[in-house]
């Protein structure tokens, strides 16, 4: 069956470290690969998308993510992170009709 | 204005009542979702339409109905709401092909007592 899983449920970093949230998907193809960010009270935001092509992706707010085809992994990654960041990450992939999301990873900022 | 609206943002509502959650968007997209957000599960989908004559099932639509009124408009109801419907509610909207991402509302959060 098609999944998508994200190991971590909760990770703290300090301000200013590096991040990086793992996703792996199960499916027979590459499919299109998403990473969605959730503040507090917010809907989902799109941060980056893979489809095709280059497999280091640059999205918004300074948040780039690697394709790994061996690996069958999407991990997104931040070089410093910034107290702001603090949400709730989903990795999703395309079902061919809708997105399958990861359980997500929530993400604490400490000082 | 938002792209994807939602109503209402919150509701609370007792055991047995019916009930509709509305969305609306202006993307001037085709397709639209219903998912429902739980704590530690993520998002599932409870139903999609990729247009007004095309509505489908979710791996999670028992006890739960739609109506795509129009191109803008996809509303979801709750026939009979019960506890273990108590969650966040989110619509969704996209163009025509699996590469365009999917813009979200806010969210409806509902609480069945």
């Known amino acids: 069956a098609q999944s998508v899983t994200q190991p971590d449920i909760h990770i703290t970093v300090s301000e200013g470290a590096s991040l990086e949230l793992r996703c792996n998907y199960s499916?027979?193809?590459?499919?299109?690969l998403f990473w969605y960010v959730q503040s507090p009270g917010q809907g989902l935001q799109l941060l980056l998308k893979y489809f095709s092509g280059d497999t280091l992706v640059q999205g918004i707010k300074g948040f780039e993510a690697e394709f790994k085809r061996s690996q069958s992994s999407f991990n997104l990654r931040k070089p410093s992170v910034h107290w702001s960041d603090a949400a709730e990450y989903f990795c999703?992939?395309?079902?061919?009709?809708?997105?399958?999301f990861g359980k997500g990873t929530s993400l604490l900022v400490t000082p | 204005d938002a792209d994807v609206t939602q109503t209402p943002r919150n509701r609370i509502t007792k055991t047995g009542k019916r009930i509709m959650l509305e969305c609306s968007q202006t993307k001037g997209h085709d397709r639209m979702y219903w998912y429902r957000q739980d704590p530690g599960l993520g998002l599932r989908l409870i139903y999609y339409?990729?247009?007004?004559?095309?509505?489908n099932k979710g791996e999670i639509s028992d006890g739960y109905s739609v109506s795509r009124q129009a191109q803008a408009k996809f509303s979801l109801s709750l026939e009979s709401a019960i506890p273990n419907q108590t969650a966040l509610y989110f619509c969704?909207?996209?163009?025509?092909?699996?590469?365009?991402?999917?813009?979200f509302g806010d969210g409806t959060r509902l609480s069945i007592l």
């Open positions: 339409s990729f247009d007004v004559k095309d509505i």
């Open positions: 999703a992939a395309y079902s061919g009709y809708a997105l399958n």
């Open positions: 969704a909207t996209s163009g025509t092909t699996g590469n365009q991402p999917q813009h």
């Open positions: 499916y027979g193809a590459t499919p299109y």
